[in-house]
Each structure stands twice: as C-alpha cells, then as structure tokens.
C-alpha cells in the first residue's frame, strides 16, 4: 500500500514538473524569454537598461515580478509551511487553468507571458513535501545543484541518498519531456500552446482529487490491516 502510495504521488509531480517544461519552452518559442528560470531575466532587466532598452528591459521585470508575485501568492495561501493533502493544491492549478482557458478564449496575447510567469511562480512555490525533500517543480538549475550534492554524498556512503538522486533525475527527464512535446506541437500549432497548457493545469488538478482520494483509500486500508 505505501508503495502504491508513493507511486501516485510521484506521478503528480512528474505531471507538474512536465508541464513547467511544456510552458518554458512555449514561452521560449513565442517570445524568447524562459519564465521558469529568472536569473537570466533577472539579469538582462539590468543589461538592457545599462544599453538604453528601455522597453525590452520594463518587459523583462514585469516577467520577474509576475514570477514574484506567484511566489506572493503561495506565501498567503501556505503561510503555515506544513505540507498536507488539502483541497487547496488541486483547486490552485484548476483555477491557474482557468484563468489561463480565460485569457486564451479574449485573446489576450500581451498577458500571456506575464500570465505565465505568474501561473509558474504559483506552481514553484506550491509547498510540497516528497520523502524529506521540497519539491521545487520548475526549478531545473537547483535541482542540477540536489542531483550533484545527492550523488557526492552517495560517493561519501551515504546509499539511502539513491533515492533522491532518482527523484532528481527523474523530474529533470519529465520537465524535458514537457519541452519535447511543447516543441512538437508547436510546428502545428503556437497558437494552441497557451490553449494545450490551460487544459494541462485543469487535468492536473483533476489528478489531485483522484490522487487525494485513493491516497485516502490505502491509508484506511493499512489502518484497518
């Protein structure tokens, strides 16, 4: 049962984790600019003012601060730093799909990036637990840094370590994953990209409440046994 457990919650992070690759690779293809990652925005917000961009660099900080400003979000919602299968995490990525679905349907193609910078800064910041380790869904280069300290540490002896370099490894091939597929459709379609990502969190969420209730289900059944 602890075993089936574990199984449907790594998939619900895998989910997540594809899907920051599927929205940084959109965003990549159809305006240049990663919204998962913002050290390199971060960083041109201060080469494009210093080489007189002004637009480009009031671009690039709106992008930082609607990543901030999910963090914000998650900081009201999850204020008590306690990770617990609640009605909240299902319920945020349906209405971060919604909104999106909302915003595709006005065709309201100038927010779309900052939407998006929004919707991940939310996702990131989404305080879950998985064995002892934050989950961090969109954050690749920290978990190049876990994977890389995991694996010196199990250089070093310490074998119950294998585990997170697994989960490390495996959510870096699943945000991959996401970016393949955001790749491929996009020769189709760009357009359906934003469309493909708002479905993406509405099923997301679905998987939450199905997730939360079998998870309930096999813990009655260990309890019972």
């Not at 989910?15 to 960083?43: C, D, K, Q, R, W």
Request: aromatic share 16%.
């Amino acid at each position: 049962m602890k075993q089936q457990k574990g199984i449907l919650f790594a998939i619900w992070i895998g989910l997540l984790s594809a899907l920051s690759g599927f929205v940084n690779i959109t965003t990549l293809l159809l305006y240049e600019t990663p919204t998962t990652h913002m050290t390199g925005n971060v960083s041109g917000v201060l080469i494009h003012s210093m080489a007189g961009e002004r637009e480009k660099a009031i671009t690039l900080f709106l992008i930082v601060m609607s990543f901030l400003l999910g963090g914000v979000c998650c900081g009201v919602i999850f204020s008590e730093k306690v990770f617990r299968f609640a009605n909240r995490y299902g319920i945020l990525l349906i209405v971060l799909g919604l909104l999106l679905g909302l915003s595709y349907w006005l065709k309201l193609e100038s927010l779309w990036i900052y939407q998006l910078a929004f919707t991940v800064g939310v996702q990131n910041g989404m305080f879950i637990y998985y064995r002892g380790m934050i989950v961090r869904t969109s954050h690749f280069t920290g978990y190049l840094t876990d994977t890389g300290f995991a694996i010196g540490r199990w250089l070093r002896g310490h074998r119950k370590d294998k585990v997170k370099i697994m989960f490390y490894s495996l959510s870096m091939l699943f945000f991959l994953g996401g970016g393949t597929i955001a790749y491929e459709m996009a020769s189709l379609s760009k357009e359906l990209l934003l469309f493909c990502i708002s479905i993406s969190y509405v099923l997301a969420g679905g998987y939450y409440f199905i997730f939360r209730h079998l998870y309930e289900y096999y813990h009655l059944l260990e309890d019972q046994s």
